[in-house]
């Protein structure tokens, strides 16, 4: 299911930029930064584990278009995801 920062922000009564504001400043993130981290964290997973395209585990993450999940994942991990996956391949 795709998951939206209104219905989010409606589950903790609160409109949603109060509840960014809030978030930020509880985690020192901004809410769309953690939902990546945690999409991305579940992709590393995937790739350690599995020969799965690349693609399809973009989409099971929940990223819905590929380069921006390339974009993502190099922010945040450091590498590309096929990078990644080569580095465990060859551990």
Do not use: W
């Not at 795709?2 to 509880?26: D, G, H, I, W």
């Amino acid at each position: 299911k795709k998951l939206t920062l209104k219905e989010v922000s409606s589950l903790a009564a609160m409109n949603p930029t109060a509840f960014c504001r809030y978030f930020q400043k509880n985690t020192g993130k901004t809410f769309v930064r953690y939902i990546n981290e945690l999409r991305v964290i579940f992709s590393c997973d995937m790739l350690k584990k599995s020969d799965l395209k690349i693609a399809y585990i973009c989409a099971k993450s929940g990223f819905n278009n590929l380069s921006n999940f390339n974009r993502i994942f190099r922010e945040i991990v450091g590498k590309s995801p096929s990078v990644y996956r080569d580095f465990f391949k060859e551990g």
